[in-house]
């Protein structure tokens, strides 16, 4: 089972401002819905803000497992999986026969998995000061990135934006 992460950031790594994403981009979204289902049965993790933070009408995202992460031991919704412990979340992905496994966030879930992805699709989007959340530290070095897309903003997508996949370099 891959294990992959997807983010949209903006210039100073921002992702989120009061606790919802700071951006309307829906050349974006429609990515992260093909990327996260694709063509088998996959997993997606998130953070319990995370989750409270969609819609409810969006709920569970479909065609994907969701598992949420949550330290509450009484946090349950009859519309995901919970999840006390990052190995956790990884085995119920695993043990549901997900193909892919893919965290989307919010910050503190990207930081807790970043060691155990090599692979991470990032959108930067073209603008600054977007929001109160940012994506952790992270030593680039060690990654190599592959600029798959750039699209300019128009009526559907506030800002311009750069898609990207970055490989973790095997040692
Ligand atoms: N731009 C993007 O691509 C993107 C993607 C996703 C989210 N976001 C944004 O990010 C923001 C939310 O991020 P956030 O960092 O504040 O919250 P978050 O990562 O979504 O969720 C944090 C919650 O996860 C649970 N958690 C944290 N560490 C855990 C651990 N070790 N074990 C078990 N559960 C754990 C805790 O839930 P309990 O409090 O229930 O214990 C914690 O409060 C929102 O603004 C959202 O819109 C942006």
């Known amino acids: 089972m891959k294990i992959l992460m997807i983010v949209a950031m903006d ?3 921002n992702i989120g401002n009061n606790g919802s994403l700071p951006w309307r981009l829906s050349s974006d979204m429609s990515r992260f ?3 996260t289902i694709a ?13 409270d933070s969609l819609p409810e009408n969006y709920k569970p995202l479909p065609e994907r497992l ?8 009484s946090w349950s919704d009859k519309n995901a999986e919970s999840a006390l412990y990052p190995g956790r979340a990884i085995e119920i992905a695993y043990a549901n026969g997900c193909d892919e496994c ?4 919010g910050a503190q879930i990207y930081n807790m998995y970043l ?3 090599d692979e991470i699709h990032i959108t930067n989007v073209h603008t600054s000061d977007s929001g109160d959340i940012t994506f952790p530290e992270n030593d680039w070095s060690d990654w190599r990135e592959k600029i798959i897309e750039k699209l300019p903003k128009d009526d559907k997508n506030e800002y311009d934006t750069t898609y990207t996949i970055w490989i973790r370099n095997v040692s």
């Open 11 to 13: 210039e100073q790594g």
């Open 33 to 35: 819905r093909k990327l």
């Open 39 to 51: 063509d088998g049965f996959n997993a997606v993790i998130m953070g319990r803000k995370t989750w």
């Open 66 to 73: 969701n598992i949420v992460m949550s330290r509450n031991t």
């Open 102 to 105: 893919w965290i989307i966030g």
């Open 115 to 117: 060691d155990r992805v």
